[in-house]
């Protein structure tokens, strides 16, 4: 009878291969959708006014998420022994007054080209006015990765010169390789890495309408980025700051008279680079230009929390678990309502997250390595507070080991698939083969790579800074007769997704599914700072830290 309990109790234990033992399945059992729930009902409400960022409705999320902290125990990691981490947001607004740009082609004509219509400028986050003069080089698609063979750079000199690129990324490229490169800021590194001190960037699938309406954007509303403490841009998706003075696009027919100018062919030029090759070259033409750009700083916060760990080294090493705090604030009204309360975006992600510490926080005896919890702020302005943390982390940057980001759940079903988004570049995919095997829940690839959703939330942020990294997502399994999910999603998605319509009274949810996610990611937090192995990136990948 012994051997016969033994042979069951077997597959329940925690080994370095990631089953569940009793009294971590008691503790996933734990996990309690309706807390969930009650969660998602406060950062959801109307007072919060959407949680944006700088706002009121903002830091009574902030209050309620640091209350729970210390409701569970959690330590505070932030700042000065506290739980927050001050984050300065600065809106950046390209002004009209005093906007030109000339090049003065080779063929001895000046250009004075049309705003809006021929070249866009990025506002600068570091500077209120820009005067620039600069020769001008041609970089192809603006890419170097020498190993992987792409080698814009190689054998040129941009130091000091504006670098025009022509966006162009092969179609033979993982997706989420190809979702990297065409980055605004991947481009912009290589860029800076090279010594230039611009760049032009020629989007050939923008149309002249998106361009338009681009360039009205920066001129209103501008674009946000975080700064540190001296004034220099820790994250923005469009302009890095200095040594960067400008940072732009220009259209298609643009760069096609520009290559013209030089007695190039922009059409040979683009089958050209299909074919693999090289085609930078140095331009007689230069680049006159001047603008300003008008600041707005303002303040928001990251919440940190820590579950120390039980090994007397690792403990010195951190997991950290994600999720975005705010929203989109009050907005165009829609039927009368003007709040975007972002129930699903991302308040269900917050809750999970909560619920995840809160079983982290009862385990007696506690994982080897130390849990970091990060709310983070403004990633709907685009991943700007998990980017501050991931440059600026409130623990030593060696020691994070791993990120896993808990981002709009979508739990409107039963939930018995998951895609792990940026898993598979990481020994992490294994440990999510493990927690989702333990679960019963199905492991497929990610089914929206057109979607981007790879570079769209916070894990992006860590893997920009070397960390193994990965976003779980819904897959399409599902047992419910005569349902599509993915058919289901996309419909509940353009119903509701970034509208007013995602809010908590009348939204739909499915709290179990929630739980069950809830439990995956922290089954997958719990694996990693288990093994005394640190997750690696895998040999050859993409994103592999040289």
């Known amino acids: 009878m012994k051997k016969l309990l033994l042979f069951i109790l077997l597959p329940l234990f925690v080994h370095s291969q990631g089953v569940i033992n009793r009294k971590l399945r ?135 010169k504006v670098v025009v690129v022509m966006k162009k990324v092969p179609d033979s490229l993982a997706a989420n390789v190809k979702l990297h490169l065409n980055y605004a800021a991947t481009t912009q590194e290589y860029a800076i890495k090279n010594g230039a001190i611009g760049i032009l960037t020629c989007n050939y699938a923008t149309s002249a309408v998106q361009f338009k309406a681009q360039g009205s954007t920066l001129t209103s509303a501008g674009q946000t980025a975080s700064m540190d403490e001296q004034g220099k841009v820790v994250g923005s998706i469009s302009h890095r700051g200095l040594p960067l003075q400008i940072a732009g696009a220009i259209s298609v027919k643009m760069l096609s008279d520009l290559l013209k100018a030089e007695g190039l062919d922009f059409e040979k030029i683009g089958q050209r680079m299909e074919r693999g090759e090289n085609v930078s070259t140095p331009l007689i033409s230069t680049l006159q230009s001047s603008y300003t750009t008008q600041h707005q700083d303002f303040t928001s916060y990251n919440i940190i929390g820590k579950i120390e760990g039980s090994d007397a080294e690792l403990k010195n090493e951190y997991v950290v678990h994600t999720a975005h705090l705010d929203h989109l604030g009050i907005g165009k009204a829609v039927n009368g309502d003007s709040i975007y309360n972002g129930a699903h975006d991302n308040a269900s992600g917050v809750a999970c997250s909560l619920e995840m510490a809160r079983i982290y926080a009862n385990l007696k005896e506690k994982p080897k390595r130390s849990v970091l919890f990060v709310i983070v702020t403004a990633e709907e302005m685009g991943l700007l507070g998990s980017a501050y943390f991931a440059a600026h982390p409130t623990v030593p ?49 990610d089914l929206e790579p057109k979607e981007g959703r790879f570079v769209r939330s916070d894990q992006y942020s860590f893997v920009r800074a070397g960390i193994p990294a990965l976003h779980v997502k819904y897959g399409s399994k599902t047992s419910l007769p005569n349902f599509n999910l993915l058919e289901s999603v996309k419909k509940w998605r353009e119903a509701t997704y970034h509208k007013t319509a995602d809010n908590f009274n009348g939204g739909t949810f499915y709290w179990s599914a929630g739980r069950k996610y809830a439990q995956l990611n922290f089954l997958i937090g719990y694996l990693i700072a288990q093994n005394p192995a640190r997750p690696a990136w895998k040999k050859g990948d993409f994103f592999e830290v040289k």
Do not use: C, W
């Open 26 to 160: 008691k503790a996933l059992n734990q996990l309690d959708s309706n807390q969930i729930k009650a969660h998602v009902a406060y950062l959801a409400d109307d007072k919060l006014k959407g949680r944006m960022p700088g706002q009121e409705g903002y830091q009574l999320a902030v209050d309620y998420v640091i209350n729970q902290f210390k409701t569970i125990s959690l330590q505070p990691a932030g700042e000065d022994n506290g739980y927050t981490q001050k984050v300065i947001l600065r809106k950046s607004i390209l002004q009209k007054e005093g906007l030109a740009l000339r090049m003065n082609l080779k063929t001895g004509e000046t250009k004075t080209l049309d705003y809006g219509t021929e070249f866009l400028i990025f506002p600068h986050p570091e500077k209120t006015s820009v005067e620039i003069s600069a020769p001008m080089v041609f970089v192809g698609a603006g890419f170097d990765r020498p190993e992987m063979g792409f080698k814009d750079y190689e054998n040129i000199d941009v130091k000091g």
């Open 397 to 445: 940057k060696g020691t994070m080991v791993a990120n896993v980001n808990t981002d709009m759940p979508t739990i409107i079903a039963p939930l018995e698939s998951i895609s792990a988004l940026g898993a598979e570049h990481s020994s992490l995919s294994t440990v999510v083969a493990q927690a989702a095997k333990a679960l019963k829940l199905g492991v497929e690839p």
